[in-house]
């Protein structure tokens, strides 16, 4: 009788430079009150289509679904909101990993959010008050995998949620301005 032997082989997601992070750290440590700015220019295209232009990339189009008047062609804002606090969190997940020496392989985030609009974007629907309005709970699932304990996954998660700037843009109150063109 043959004995056979399998082996388990694990990859590893690519990683991000540690210097490069390190040096991103010491610089905020040196600057604490440093900020960049993000800009993005939207043209609407028609119905609730829209194309949000970002740098020099391709448009990030946003539409809303049939029973919203839209083409349900591609993601609602609030999906494309979700999508941004789930790339903010992968993004500190792998930072913090990275930071704590851990090689990471397998980091999936699920999110969810509620959300409605009786207010009918303020175009004759429910009388609201802005608390009332978008996202009224968020939920957020992690799945992470890597070469540390559970323990140290689970902290590494709680330590990037804890810092990440979506996840806190949307937890927080932050001044907003907004003016029409001449």
Same mark, same amino acid.
């Given at each position: 009788?043959?004995?056979?032997?399998?082996e388990?082989?694990?990859?590893?997601?690519?990683p991000i430079?540690?210097?490069?992070?390190?040096? =991103?750290?010491?610089?905020?440590?040196?600057?604490?009150?440093?900020?960049?700015?993000?800009?993005?220019?939207?043209?609407?295209?028609?119905q609730f289509?829209?194309?949000?232009?970002?740098?020099?990339?391709n448009?990030?189009?946003?539409?809303?679904?049939?029973?919203?008047?839209?083409?349900?062609?591609?993601?609602?804002?609030?999906?494309?909101?979700?999508?941004?606090?789930?790339?903010?969190?992968?993004?500190?997940?792998?930072?913090?990993?990275?930071?704590?020496?851990?090689?990471?392989?397998?980091?999936?985030?699920?999110?969810?959010?509620?959300?409605?609009?009786?207010?009918?974007?303020?175009?004759?629907?429910a009388?609201?008050?802005?608390?009332?309005?978008?996202?009224?709970?968020i939920?957020?699932?992690?799945e992470?995998?890597?070469?540390a304990?559970?323990?140290?996954?689970?902290?590494?998660?709680?330590?990037?949620?804890? =810092?990440?700037?979506?996840?806190n843009t949307?937890?927080?109150?932050?001044?907003?301005?907004?003016?029409?063109?001449?």
């Amino acid at each position: 009788m043959s004995t056979v032997t399998t082996e388990t082989v694990q990859t590893f997601l690519r990683p991000i430079d540690r210097d490069g992070l390190l040096n =991103f750290a010491a610089a905020g440590r040196d600057n604490p009150e440093r900020r960049g700015t993000n800009k993005v220019r939207t043209v609407m295209k028609g119905q609730f289509r829209s194309w949000s232009y970002v740098g020099d990339h391709n448009p990030v189009v946003v539409d809303e679904p049939q029973h919203l008047f839209g083409e349900n062609t591609v993601p609602a804002p609030g999906e494309i909101a979700l999508s941004a606090l789930g790339g903010c969190l992968g993004v500190g997940i792998t930072a913090v990993a990275t930071f704590r020496n851990v090689r990471l392989s397998r980091l999936e985030i699920s999110l969810e959010g509620d959300i409605g609009n009786t207010a009918a974007w303020g175009a004759g629907g429910a009388q609201r008050e802005p608390g009332q309005m978008g996202f009224q709970a968020i939920r957020v699932k992690v799945e992470i995998e890597g070469d540390a304990t559970r323990e140290e996954l689970n902290d590494i998660v709680k330590h990037a949620n804890q =810092f990440s700037p979506v996840a806190n843009t949307m937890r927080n109150p932050v001044p907003f301005s907004i003016s029409v063109t001449e």
